[in-house]
């Protein structure tokens, strides 16, 4: 099955956590699923909400109108916090006639047409949903047998489920079962949903660090090769803040952390550097080097 | 700050009340019935103290200026765990929104990462700048370096509209 996809990126992935655009960039395309960028890029306005919430949902609508532009009728976002904010988004628009015909004509006058009816995938649920278990599994060559891992979904794309979501909200198991496909193992674990803390990042950095420090220590405790995320945010606490996120704690935290779509590269044996596997700032080289052994 | 003190001297103003309702969009708020669910479960609880819980009751009983005003609704790390089990529908995580919004109009102290970041999209349409990171190895890597594309910034009229969407209340 092939299927070609607008791609929105938000902030984070572009401006800083290019080890997940790369592997989404280069596994993907690998998986049947074509990637067309956004004319410009643009934030999604999560960090404008709690400023102005009509100013956030303009901003996600001009990202739905952006991707209208391409013509294509799906939307991959692969930032929990995105999808999240473009989806609150699209039910203010939907629901308030006042907001929707202010927000239309603001973006008319950009010469930009807003498009109700794309849908928003992450990757989780274009993988699961779309691509399907099977293929993914056939697309292995490289089976990650005797890897054990630990899956940190996030927040934003599984909650709250009025909204429809990735996921439940309670039990999410998708990015396990995509974990699964490549034979590793996935284990279940107490502090599961236990958020990473990014947002705090904006007013209270000391306590966001604490969080992210409490969840690494506890799944490193575990005894497990690595932690799987699959949003930017989650990825900047647990991989690139984690050595400050350990002093916070006051632990000595040493816990691979890698992305989802890195995990599937590895399995799909694509080349490290293309995944940019050397950026993750965790020790993930235990993980690879028994992923090569 | 404790949420008790900070209402005891305080009368209620019905008005603010009001325009919190407003901002919602609805009138789930006052189905509250204080089943704590949302503050068993709430991340902020355990470092700061956050109980989501008392934030409903305040605003029901209308001591939204103090609200506004206080430090606690900062503290709100956007899990969503309380608008996802809230039995009532009374999501205080869009409670808070509306009084970040509020604390905002009133130019009442808010801190400073957001008002940043609105203004780095005002400039370059992002809320962060491109950043320089290096490998393990310590070797110092941007978006050419590592042949990602150039993704353009938006164009000319967006800023004045962007100005015009954030004059909205």
Not at chain 1, 12 to 18: E, N, R, T, V
Not at chain 1, 42 to 63: E, H, I, K, Q
Not at chain 1, 134 to 156: E, R, T
Not at chain 1, 231 to 237: A, R, S, T, Y
Request: hydrophobic residues 40%; charged residues 25%; contains cysteine.
């Amino acid at each position: 099955m092939r299927v070609k996809v607008a791609v929105f990126w938000g902030c984070c992935i572009l401006a800083s956590q290019y080890a997940y655009e790369m592997s989404v960039r280069e596994v993907l395309p690998k998986l049947g699923v074509e990637l067309v960028d956004l004319r410009e890029a643009l934030c999604c306005g999560d960090p404008v909400r709690s400023v102005n919430d009509f100013a956030a949902n303009y901003l996600s609508a001009r990202v739905l109108a952006l991707a209208n532009l391409t013509g294509l009728p799906n939307l991959l976002v692969p930032c929990n916090r995105c999808h999240f904010t473009i989806s609150e988004a699209k039910r203010a628009v939907e629901r308030d006639e006042k907001v929707r015909e202010k927000i239309v004509g603001m973006l008319k006058e950009e010469g930009l047409e807003y498009n109700p009816n794309i849908k928003v995938w992450h990757v989780i649920d274009l993988l699961h949903d779309c691509v399907g278990l099977k293929s993914v599994g056939k697309a292995v060559v490289k089976p990650l047998k005797g890897l054990k891992l630990a899956s940190h979904v996030g927040c934003q794309i599984i909650r709250y489920s009025d909204l429809g979501r990735v996921d439940d909200a309670e039990n999410p198991r998708k990015m396990d079962e995509l974990i699964r496909a490549t034979d590793a193992e996935s284990v279940d674990y107490n502090e599961k949903l236990d958020c990473c803390g990014s947002h705090l990042m904006l007013s209270h950095p000391d306590t966001a660090l604490s969080l992210a420090g409490g969840k690494v220590k506890a799944v490193q405790g575990l005894c497990v090769d690595g932690l799987v995320v699959s949003c930017p945010d989650c990825g900047l606490m647990f991989d690139s803040k984690q050595k400050e996120a350990g002093t916070t704690v006051g632990a000595k935290l040493n816990l691979p952390v890698l992305y989802l779509t890195q995990l599937l590269g590895l399995a799909l044996n694509v080349e490290q550097e293309k995944l940019g596997l050397q950026l993750n700032q965790s020790p993930v080289d235990q993980l690879l080097s028994k992923v090569s052994a | 700050m404790g949420l008790t003190d900070l209402m005891s001297m305080a009368k209620p103003n019905l008005e603010s009340r009001e325009k919190i309702l407003r901002k919602l969009r609805g009138r789930e708020l006052i189905n509250c019935f204080q089943c704590i669910k949302c503050t068993s479960g709430c991340t902020a609880l355990k470092l700061l103290e956050l109980k989501p819980h008392e934030i409903e009751k305040l605003v029901n009983f209308g001591f939204v200026d103090e609200l506004a005003a206080s430090d606690i609704i900062w503290t709100c790390v956007t899990c969503l765990k309380c608008v996802q089990r809230c039995p009532q529908k009374a999501s205080p995580y869009h409670v808070i929104v509306a009084l970040r919004n509020l604390a905002v109009e009133r130019e009442a102290k808010v801190p400073e990462a957001f008002m940043k970041a609105v203004s780095q999209i005002l400039e370059t349409g992002l809320a962060e700048a491109y950043q320089k990171v290096t490998t393990r190895k310590m070797e110092a890597c941007d978006r050419e370096s590592l042949k990602l594309p150039k993704i353009p910034a938006p164009k000319e009229g967006f800023q004045a509209v962007f100005l015009k969407a954030l004059e909205e209340r």
